[in-house]
């Protein structure tokens, strides 16, 4: 079989790692087997959904490397969708109610004071036709329910194994609402049939929703509208460092502010594409290769815990492995490129690429000198050597040492004070000989250099 999967996020806000791992998951097991991976705009609801928003998922896939095989708006689709629903009528499997939000909130709350489950009683299919006249003359206007059969439902998951859902205990689904507008569901089984998409990969959340959607399918399948039901996986969901939902905080992890501070793109992905997984917690060497190390064998089934301590770790590690190549362009737009060398020597102190911009400063200046002892600067000045290169640094800090009885902390950190005014940084070793033997006497004289 070829694989075919499909990410479709609603254009009505902006991507966060929910989504993400979900598209991300998608895009791993397609490529990871040399599949597709479909991009499926669900913006049915025309009122919420932007263009800048839609433009928004694009660029947050494609900055993260998610690029998509085939596209599609649902917007364009609402004829095949009324099709599906008309022929779904005509098979007697989709029809009118006409009970209001209300009538359904007290009928539920009478069937719960008897103990009896709070689902539809269907007391719309009783309706005769001059019922549902006179209801209309009254102004009411039906939405659409999917009449179940009531069953027992199985299918194998591919994250949680063998799954069975019983939707005799399920009320009836609303597929169009009482102002003509799709819900979800609907145009989902639709695009997925004429997509011909072979594997639904979500959140376990949707797992009771599967049961409902495996009988549509099969319904329209039965009405020619497909061939095959997709199979499924329902990948356990997110969770906080503290184990507690990320729900509430996930306007605050969207892929376009973690862009905005300082993320990188292979660490985001490498993070959330081994998170709750038997992988070790590393920054994949590619996207590819996280994508042909993926398997739903390694997924756990406890949630998975997304930390950001964990992520910044994972940020570092991927700076500290970039090449110069990979790096040039964006140390260019900052003003930042002082070759190949400057760049090994800084980027095993990254955590953030912007960091660079302090770190360059190290060595071109200008640098604030931070001298605590005048006379201790005068005697590094006296020893200085003439030439400044690689085991410059020991030869110096040696006769250093001689010259001011200085040792350990009282002698390195002084003199990173004076060449660099920070508290840490790069190995003094490597530094020295990029900042050069001007630069130094200027800073051991206290001059801002």
Known sequence: MSVKVRFAPSPTGKLHVGNVRTALVNWLFAKGQGGQFVLRIDDTDLARSTPEFEQGIEDDLTWLGLVWDERYNQS???????????????????????????????????????????????????????????????GRKPHWRFKLDGRRVAWEDLSRGHAEVDTASMSDPVLIREDGLYLYTLPSVVDDLDMAITHVIRGEDHTTNTGTQIEIFEALIALGMGSAVPRFAHMPLLVGSDGAALSKRLGSLSVADMRDQGYEPLAITSHLGRIGTSDALEVAETLDVLGRGFSFDKMGRSPARYDTEDLDRLNAQALHAMPYAQAQTRLAALDCDLGETVWEALRGNLTRFGDVVDLTRMVRGPVEPLIEDPAFAAAALEVLPDTIEAGSWAIWTEAVKAKTGSKGKA???PLRHILTGQERGPDMATLVPLIGRERIVRRLKGEAA
């Open 76 to 138: 364009k689709r609402f004829d095949r969708y009324h099709e599906a629903a008309e022929r779904l009528k005509a098979a007697g499997r989709l029809y009118p109610a006409y009970e209001t939000a209300e009538e359904l909130d007290r009928r539920r709350k009478v069937q719960l004071s008897r103990g009896l489950p709070p689902i539809y009683d269907r007391a719309a299919l009783e309706l005769t036709e001059t019922d549902k006249a006179a209801l209309e003359a009254e």
């Open 411 to 413: 002698l390195f950190m």
